[in-house]
């Protein structure tokens, strides 16, 4: 049986086809109906199938780690919220959300909250990834809105990707990217980023600037704007207010090209040409992601990009607009429902006791919260300081994912009561709670999401719950029954959330208010069920939704212009010094997301990129005496990283390093980017600066290093200075490194790995290899030897799968010829599994194209995130 759902990674909101076999499998290609994708997946969506099943997830409820009933929990977190509230008010509780969750369970749990318990202590993860770009929005438009649509992209002259690897992290609209380019070769690609992404394989222009000086290139844009007279004079008089104020500021701080060149550190003829290309065209789209997001001025970074496309009119028609992309699935229905702090309901705020009442009327809720609450990163230190007491964290791993990982670690040890919504048994957040809550995962959801385009789609339900799971919408409205509010929350199934939801959209909207859906007010669950992928708004005057915003040039501020923000410039508050000479940046990985919680369970997804990393210019190598493929360790008087060093040529700047942000405790032993990062936020939207961290760099000179490889996951309380796990097909992979000296390596496997059945030992090379078997089955093998002789593993893996091996079996096991054999190299087609050797290999046989190595190795042929790889090994070989 066929279902078409969502894939819960991305904020580009792909459309998958689940084909729900009989064995209770299922199989998941692209919806070829659904306008976010047309059909295609990323390697992440196309490996969607892998990370299911019981393996991991968390059953049952637990208090105290002991499994109770529903009731009992439910009983514990209602009782434990309401004793605390009337102990110590509203305030002291709070509700830390996901943009993995629906819109249902957004919308209950910001309801609670806000409209019954009194307090907006209600914010996301999502607050991690795109407030800049509402709060940007917000002042520009007077409105949370994004003008354009996926198919601007591929309408458009002029593409600006500013910090954003969409080709790693949006990869389905940077395919869409590539084959609007293909078909309209004069489309022009700008990407303004400081490192050299896989994106820059499609880029004519790439300006690699200084870190955090975005708002300054735009600003400098505005100034040359004036100058060069392209501004649309007509749209600024008609449409806008402020820009006079703007533009004179713009002047003030850069009167030149050379002056802006000079401030963003970047040649002034690479500078000239991107200003020349935007005057000069007409369908322009600045797209733009964490890069300008995750920055102290990140509203003025987002500010800055709209005023360019306000002074030139290039917003609302086909092919132009400023578009903010979203990092996760559903960070835009969290907006719709009021999900941040800063946030009432609806694209309504705090800003005017109007608000609050037409909220509060609706909801029937006397008792709705006044002022707004505390941001991810104040609400964090609010717990540490007492503030606040109880707090309900759902589906997401703050303990991974904040700035200053031990500050959060610390709140939560000290919070008298943390409840943890996850649908997996291993968090390190979960590590905290009190009480854990056992919530439905991706193919058991039931509800809707919307995407970076404004998109609402459904997600089904594939699967029955795993255990005891339940879904996030009725666990909320559970407990707020018990703590009194059965009236408001009696909801038997999502569609009745989905229509109170478009209800309130409308409630005496009169087109004031830019997020109505009030067409589905009245929605029953047969046409939920069937529901289309759909744009808001969604009216009587708009009943197949809106592609595009703007159109007639209304905006939602008082006056019904849009407005100008004059904008100064400013510095990163993580200035490096002499003793944190580096600076950080950190992101996404191709074939990884967030915190592995999910990702992590596909093994596939680790070919990649294997282990926590650390990149870093050649020329820092250099001075710092590490080379490629050493282990490295950045210190911050906050917490350490380690991670393997991947010097670069070119991709990075000097004096920059950039780490993943998805290794965690439970998958290396000390690789949580968030532990370096200071808890600095952007002062208007309060997002962290993630993409400007201070570190020293130093070499990690262990005494030995080695590989370890098991049938099953160790509790990992090796005692080594660093370990990162790698699941590979039936086995588990550690790479293994110490300071101290191992001086016998039999006696050190017999205490951390059993009884020890065969080995090798060569003093003089400081090699040591064994092997534990239980009856006549592989166990384990542990091997000694410099990183840089690590053979492929792919015959050893096939060994643990043999139930009784043979006796020249049992001779090759040590031997690392036999290990030799088919060594893939770095994998670069994680779909048809192609690693580099292959390809190098065939490069030299004539295959001197991305097509003609898709012909050959299938490699590129499917979801094509490795196509820019692709592209970069065809440039080296054919130089
Ligand atoms: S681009 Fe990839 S991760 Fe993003 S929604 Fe599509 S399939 Fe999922």
């Known amino acids: 049986m066929h279902k078409m759902t969502t894939c819960p990674y991305c904020g580009v909101g792909c459309g998958v086809d689940a084909d729900i076999l009989d064995s209770g499998s299922i199989g998941v290609k692209g919806d070829k109906s659904h306008p976010a994708n047309f059909g295609r997946l990323c390697v992440k969506g196309s490996a969607l199938h892998e990370v299911l099943g019981a393996g991991g997830r968390l059953l049952s409820p637990l208090i105290n780690n002991v499994p109770v009933s529903w009731d009992s929990a439910l009983d514990e977190v209602s009782s434990k919220f309401l004793r605390t509230i009337s102990e110590h008010g509203p305030d002291s509780v709070a509700f830390y959300l996901s943009g993995q969750l629906l819109t249902e369970d957004y919308y209950v749990a910001n309801k609670l909250m806000k409209g019954f318990i009194g307090s907006a202590n209600v914010d996301t993860n999502s607050r991690l990834c795109m407030s800049s770009a509402v709060a940007g929005y917000k002042r520009a438009f007077g409105s949370d809105t994004v003008p354009c649509s996926y198919e601007d992209l591929e309408k458009a002259e002029l593409l600006v990707l500013v910090g954003s690897n969409t080709a790693w992290n949006h990869p389905v609209l940077y395919q869409r990217m590539q084959a609007a380019k293909k078909k309209n070769p004069s489309l022009k690609v700008v990407v303004v980023d400081p490192r050299r992404t896989a994106t820059c394989d499609l880029a004519d222009l790439h300006l690699a600037l200084k870190p955090s000086t975005d708002s300054e290139l735009f600003s400098g844009l505005l100034s040359y704007l004036a100058d060069q007279d392209c501004l649309n004079h007509d749209y600024i008089e008609q449409y806008t207010e402020g820009f006079e104020l703007a533009l004179t500021s713009a002047q003030q701080q850069f009167d030149s090209v050379s002056a802006v060149a000079k401030y963003c550190d970047l040649e002034s003829d690479i500078l000239t040409t991107f200003y020349e290309w935007f005057a000069q065209t007409e369908k322009v789209v600045t797209f733009y992601s964490q890069g300008v997001n995750q920055s102290f ?246 009943p197949y939704g809106t592609a595009r915003m703007f159109s007639d040039g209304r905006f939602f501020t008082p006056s019904k212009r849009a407005r100008f923000i004059p904008i100064q410039a400013s510095s990163p508050i993580q200035q490096v010094t002499p ?51 050493e282990l490295v360790k950045l210190s911050h008087p906050q917490g350490d990283y380690i991670g393997r060093a991947r010097v670069m040529v070119s991709e990075q700047r000097r004096g920059e390093l950039f780490v993943p942000m998805h290794w965690n405790n439970e998958f290396s032993s000390l690789a949580k980017m968030g532990a370096l990062l200071e808890p600095v936020t952007d002062p208007i939207s309060g997002q962290p600066e993630s993409k400007h961290g201070r570190v020293s760099l130093s070499k990690l000179n262990p005494s030995w290093q080695g590989w370890l490889m098991c049938r099953s996951d160790l509790e990992i309380n090796l005692p080594v200075e660093y370990w990162s796990k790698v699941p590979k097909g ?149 130089k």
């Not at 596909?602 to 020329?619: G, I, M, Y």
């Not at 040591?768 to 030897?785: D, H, I, N, P």
Request: hydrophobic content about 40%.
């Open 297 to 542: 001025s990140g509203t003025d970074n987002s500010n800055a990009i709209i005023n360019s496309h306000l002074a030139t009119g290039r917003i609302g028609f086909e092919g132009a607009g400023p578009f903010s992309i979203t990092g996760q699935p559903n960070a835009m229905g969290g907006r719709e429902v009021g999900g941040l702090a800063n946030q009432l309901a609806a694209h309504l705020d705090f800003s005017s006791p109007e608000y609050i009442d037409l909220v509060s009327r609706f909801w029937n809720a006397p008792n709705i919260a006044q002022t707004e609450g505390l941001k991810a990163v104040e609400l964090f230190q609010a717990i540490e300081e007492g503030k606040v007491k109880a707090v309900w964290i759902m589906g997401t791993n703050p303990a991974v994912s904040l700035p200053n990982t031990h500050q959060v670690t610390r709140a939560l040890e000290k919070c008298p009561l943390v409840v943890v919504s996850d649908c997996m048994a291993s968090t390190e957040t979960l590590k905290y709670a009190d009480v854990c809550l056992p919530a439905t995962g991706w193919s058991e959801k039931d509800g809707t999401v919307t995407n970076a385009e404004r998109r609402i789609s459904r997600q089904r339900s594939l699967l029955a719950p795993t255990g005891e799971a339940k879904h996030d919408w009725w666990i909320i409205s559970e407990v707020a029954k018990k703590m009194g509010f059965e009236d408001a929350f009696s909801y038997q199934h999502p569609a009745e959330i989905f229509a109170e939801h478009a209800a309130l959209s409308g409630f005496e909207n009169d087109g004031n208010r830019d997020f109505d859906i009030s067409l589905y007010q009245d929605i029953d669950i047969d046409t939920y069920n069937s529901f289309k992928p759909v744009q808001w708004p969604v009216t009587q005057e708009a």
């Open 579 to 629: 003793e944190l000479p580096y600076i950080l940046n950190t992101g996404r990985i191709r074939d990884q997301w967030h915190t592995m919680a999910m990702s992590g369970r596909a093994r596939r997804l680790f070919q990649h990129r294997d282990e926590p990393f650390v990149e870093l210019n050649q020329a820092d190598a250099l001075k710092e005496q590490i080379s490629d493929g």
């Open 730 to 878: 039936d086995v588990t992979f550690y790479y293994l490194a110490d300071s101290v000296e191992l001086v016998d390596g039999i006696a050190w496997c017999k205490e951390h790995l059993g009884d020890v059945s065969i080995w090798l030992e060569d003093p003089n090379s400081q090699n040591f290899r064994a092997a534990g078997l239980k009856g006549e089955a592989l166990e384990w093998t542990f091997f000694v030897m410099p990183y840089g002789e690590i053979p492929s593993t792919r015959w050893l893996e096939e060994m643990f799968s043999e139930a009784e091996l043979s006796i020249d079996q049992r001779r090759f096991i040590l031997s690392v010829t036999g290990c030799e054999i088919e060594n893939p190299g770095e994998m670069i087609c994680s779909c048809y599994q192609v690693g580099s050797n292959a390809i190098v290999e065939a490069i030299g046989l004539g295959s001197r194209t991305v097509d003609m190595l898709g012909d050959k190795l299938k490699c590129g042929t499917n979801c094509g995130s490795c196509i820019p790889e692709l592209n970069a090994i065809l440039a080296k070989e054919l």
